[in-house]
């Protein structure tokens, strides 16, 4: 069965690829912490809009997220600029921590196959301290 793409679908989409210059200007004037739009989700009434944004530097999302905050208006001013639509919906960003915890897994399971070496090697270790292993005459 053919999959049906909505109107909101398309509209979300191409707001994530204007917001994602328009935000990236709009981080360096304002001298903001990098961030990037990762997802939009708009209502069906296409009234609201749930932009979600990572942050390059997760120490500093919080100030990101606040001067994005503050920003929204002038965002979706320029947005209606870039755009050809009747109403352009209200902007509401979200921090994102997706990446983040990808990254937090990722980093377990790099170290995960040390863990398990040295464990190999404890065992091994306290195997031979027992004297259980002896060669046969």
């Not at 690829?17 to 990762?38: A, F, M, Q, Y």
């Not at 870039?82 to 990722?106: C, N, Q, W």
């Amino acid at each position: 069965m053919p999959k049906t793409f909505h109107r909101t679908d398309r509209v979300s989409a191409q707001i994530r690829r204007e917001l994602g210059t328009l935000v990236h200007n709009l981080v360096r004037v304002h001298g903001l912490p990098s961030v990037s739009v990762s997802d939009v989700e708009i209502t069906r009434d296409m009234a609201h809009a749930k932009i979600f944004v990572t942050a390059l530097m997760p120490e500093r999302s919080a100030e990101a997220m606040k001067g994005l905050k503050e920003l929204a208006w002038e965002l979706r001013m320029d947005l209606a600029k870039a755009m050809k639509l009747r109403h352009v919906p209200e902007l509401h960003f979200h921090y994102d921590d997706s990446v983040d915890r990808g990254e937090r897994i990722d980093n377990i399971l790099r170290e995960l196959p040390d863990t398990v070496a040295a464990e190999k090697s404890r065992e091994a270790d306290a195997e031979d301290d027992d004297g259980s292993d002896t060669k046969p005459e």
